[in-house]
């Protein structure tokens, strides 16, 4: 997509919206907070594909080694194991339904995993295929939408209904990412870290909006990719909190916490998720809620007023 100079910024993705000039967005009962956690379980590939991108800088274990990697491996499988079950209890305990970004080979290869996750009424989301395998501008467009459809085919296989949101496999996209999934059918899209509402994409077919997760506050990028220790991780999940909180009394906020139960659902670290959500949910007006009913509210009850 070649750059054009417009106001504000140089794509045409969406429209530049400083919060200052937006209308007043209300969630229901006036909260002032909407919570969404989303919860990733993806699949780590043995062998990386023939002609597929990972990322160069993937998490897990603790440095990159020659084939067989088994301490990333199965430090990454720790999280369909053992720590997915240990989150879920977590959010249960605080009234919060999950949002789980779910790969097409974990809806493949973990039925039980998908059993679970219904029966506890977690919203399922798109994630792609692998972990293994990121959308990338090296894709032609045909790969991009074959790539797509493969992978909410195999959630609408394993689910029973097609998913209303995606997740980017560390956060993937390429310049036409959006459109094709809202091609797709696709109604909300949480790669996009720029904002604390949700907001419009501009796409020629269908209607997607962007559900924005705080990125700096995704666990893999505070404790694994930046090193910040548990109790600052902890300080900064309340202390962000807090802020939006106050914020939120004026014009609403949405807070996207994303989350990985291999790293976050260890028994040392399950504590701060603990201690953090029970801090959120303590306080009054904030509505836990997952990414497609905060999708669905925006749609309805849009912020009204506003000036350019």
Known sequence: ??????????????????????????????????????????????????????????AGGSVARPFPDYARLSHREYGHRVGVFRVLDVLEKHGIKATVALDAMTAANYPYLVRHLLERGCEIIGHGVSVSRMINSGMSQEQEREYISESLNALTTATGSAPQGWLGPEYGESARTPQLLAEAGISYICDWANDEQPYPLNVPQGEILALPIMLELDDVNAMADRKVNMDRYSLMLKEGFDAMYEDGAANGRVM?????????????????????????????GVWAATGGEIADWYRRNPPVGGRR
């Open 1 to 58: 997509m070649p750059a054009q100079r417009q106001f504000g910024m140089d794509h045409p993705h969406y429209d530049w919206s400083p919060i200052t000039t937006r209308g007043v967005l209300r969630w229901p009962d006036n909260a002032r907070v909407a919570l969404c956690v989303i919860v990733n379980l993806e699949h780590m590939e043995w062998s990386t594909p023939e002609g597929s991108f990972q990322s160069r800088s993937l």
């Open 256 to 284: 996207v916490l994303h989350v990985h139960p291999w790293l976050i659902g260890q028994p040392f670290r399950i504590g701060v998720l603990d201690e953090a959500l029970g801090h959120m949910v303590r306080r009054q």
